[in-house]
């Protein structure tokens, strides 16, 4: 439950010439600079972005360029997924199916998902097959993953925390998450902003 000094005693330490540590700093002082100014430039591009979209098409939650307005149910297919049994090894072992969960929606277009399910896994449960180009927004989850959404960049199936949008001809899905993306707290406060509070499709 805790680590003692007798044991940060006996940690065995490879230890290089003085001036290899040194370049070996050099290297890791530099990797911590470039990392820093990727996240600015994030920072940045999100601010562009969002600045962008407010002059184009203006505050999505309050609509003051008054665009006609539906409701997403009545301009896109909306849809949840499943967990297969955990207790059936072939349902996961050597899957090939993407398996999303609400903590893989992370930037704008989602184009990794680590986990994978079976055939036989998604035949047997409520799982179901999202294509490339649907918009995700996750439903619960921890931190501030509840109400984050993203653009698929290839076909997945997901668990429960997770519901699909897809776009009718009439709707664009980069123009949906952006909409979406910005009314992010909007979404939240659909159910309060509690910890185990979740979205539904509803």
């Known amino acids: 439950k805790h680590i003692s000094k007798s044991y940060i005693n006996q940690i065995k330490i490879p230890i290089p010439d003085l001036p290899i540590q040194k370049e070996i700093i050099s290297i890791i002082g530099k990797a911590k600079k470039l990392q820093n100014s990727r996240r600015e430039a994030n920072k940045n591009s999100y601010t562009i972005t969002k600045t962008l979209f407010f ?10 360029k008054g665009f006609h307005e539906q409701k997403l149910g009545e301009v896109s297919i909306i849809s949840m997924g499943g ?13 090939t199916i993407n398996w999303m969960k609400s903590g893989d929606i992370k930037g704008d277009f989602i184009k990794t998902i680590p986990q994978k399910i079976t055939e036989l896994g998604l035949k047997n449960s409520n799982a179901k097959e999202y294509g490339k180009g649907n918009v995700v927004i996750a439903l619960n989850g921890q931190g501030k993953t509840r109400g984050t959404t993203g653009i698929l960049e290839l076909p997945t199936t997901s668990n429960q925390s997770v519901a699909s949008i897809s776009p ?4 664009n899905s980069i123009y949906l998450h952006f909409n979406l993306k910005y009314r992010y707290q909007e979404l939240r406060d659909l159910t309060g902003d509690k910890q185990r509070s979740g979205l539904n499709l509803t």
Do not use: I
């Open 55 to 64: 002059e184009m098409f203006g505050n999505p939650s309050l609509n003051p």
């Open 83 to 95: 967990t297969p049994s955990t207790k059936k090894p072939e349902y996961w072992k050597n899957g």
């Open 168 to 171: 009718k001809p009439d709707l």
